[in-house]
């Protein structure tokens, strides 16, 4: 079955600077890739995502890239503020019958 | 507006009792998850349906059943609680497989 992998499990940046989360998957089947946000005590929520037909999304200071060769896919966040300051988690699955398979996630502190 | 609902947000019980987690949505999703959230564990996948009378095991489904009888509500059972099975339990639904998920609020159980 899938394996994703996260890195780094914490990151801390100062605002302004940009952060990168990288994660590889190991199934070459997959080809759904959606990042969540997780602010303390609260629920996942989707910030993003890219279908392996496509490379790279944008949306304003966030970015997916996506490598299938590699099996890999990286969130860039620019510009930080204190309020990006969660926990992220990528995950991976095909788009048939199989459920997503989640990073272990990675703890952004961004430091004001 | 559409939600998906978890009850209790929060619950205590004891080891060997039998528990039921509550989850309800409102989207008319065919798909329903429920996850376990732990410190360097990130989401795992517990059971999941893709419809009525429709359920499958996930990677962590030892001591833990659900059933679906209705398009709305997919409720988690623990058979007979173990202090292992302390976690926070996220319940989520998407439209399709794979696709874009909506998750609760939580449950944290606490198992003595």
């Known amino acids: 079955g899938e394996n994703v992998e996260q890195h780094p499990s914490t990151l801390s940046v100062q605002e302004g600077d940009s952060a990168v989360i990288k994660c590889t998957y190991s199934?070459?089947?997959?080809?759904?890739f959606p990042w969540y946000k997780q602010e303390l005590g609260k629920r996942p929520q989707l910030i993003i995502d890219?279908?392996?037909?496509?490379g790279e999304k944008k949306d304003q200071r966030i970015a997916v890239t996506l490598n299938k060769t590699a099996k890999h896919f990286s969130l860039h966040i620019t510009e930080t503020q204190p309020e990006d300051s969660a926990v992220y988690f990528c995950?991976?699955?095909?788009?048939?019958?199989?459920?997503?398979?989640f990073g272990k996630g990675t703890r952004l502190s961004v430091i004001a | 507006d559409a939600e998906i609902t978890q009850s209790p947000r929060h619950k205590i019980t004891e080891t060997g009792r039998q528990v039921t987690l509550a989850c309800h949505q409102t989207?008319?999703?065919?798909?329903m998850f429920w996850y376990r959230q732990d410190l360097g564990h990130g989401l795992r996948l517990i059971h999941y349906s893709y419809g009525v009378h429709d359920t499958n095991k996930g990677e962590v489904s030892d001591g833990y059943s659900v059933s679906r009888s209705n398009t709305e509500d997919l409720p988690l059972t623990l058979e007979s609680a173990a202090s292992s099975q302390t976690s926070v339990y996220f319940c989520a639904s998407s439209e399709s497989t794979g696709g874009r998920k909506t998750f609760g609020s939580g449950t944290r159980l606490t198992v003595v």
């Open positions: 989207w008319n999703h065919n798909n």
């Open positions: 199934d070459s089947a997959s080809n759904y």
């Open positions: 890219i279908r392996s037909n496509v």
């Open positions: 995950a991976a699955t095909r788009s048939g019958n199989t459920p997503l398979v």
